[in-house]
């Protein structure tokens, strides 16, 4: 049999685009959009609040968002954002539960932002008495943070091993 250059050619391409179809993401593609992007989220109930609290001390000048519902409003564009790009990685044998884990705490954190967070930011705009804004955050925080901290350390407990086994080097905040 012999083989003329049409046939190598067309092998060649077919070899090339069947490798390209099984490429999958570097390992720190998968730590970053499936772990640390999820520091986009770690402020939640209290925390988020004061959170905000500083960026109005701290920020100035033009596209300071000084509305609360604006703000958290950008916090829930970026999560969805960042969400979509974890649900774009192809789950392997080692990233899967990781991957599982960071959609679980996107949800659980969207689902507040879209709900109890936003029912404290629009208190917080309409100048509503402070101990009224307190009393749902101490709601919030009794009903939501104790799960909220729970997947958050479940996704952190699985990045950290995962960063381990393939050499990324992880610095923690003291927080």
Request: hydrophobic fraction near 40%.
């Amino acid at each position: 049999m012999r083989l003329n250059i049409k046939n190598v050619m067309l092998m060649v391409m077919v070899l090339t685009i069947t490798a390209c179809e099984f490429s999958f993401n570097t390992p720190e593609e998968y730590f970053d959009r499936a772990a640390l992007n999820t520091n986009g989220v770690s402020r939640f109930g209290t925390y988020y609040f004061e959170g905000y609290q500083i960026y109005l001390k701290s920020v100035t000048g033009p596209g300071k968002v000084t509305n609360c519902e604006k703000y958290l409003q950008n916090a829930i564009a970026s999560a969805e954002k960042d969400l979509e790009k974890v649900k774009k990685l192809k789950p392997t044998a080692k990233t899967e539960a990781m991957l599982n884990a960071s959609k679980d705490l996107y949800t659980y954190v969207l689902a507040s932002y879209k709900t109890e967070h936003l029912q404290v930011a629009k208190m917080i705009d309409n100048h509503e008495p402070e101990d009224k804004i307190n009393a749902v955050l101490v709601k919030v925080d009794t009903k939501s943070y104790d799960i909220f901290i729970k997947k958050y350390e479940k996704l952190w407990k699985l990045a950290d091993v995962y960063a381990k086994e393939n050499g990324i080097e992880v610095e923690k905040m003291p927080f």
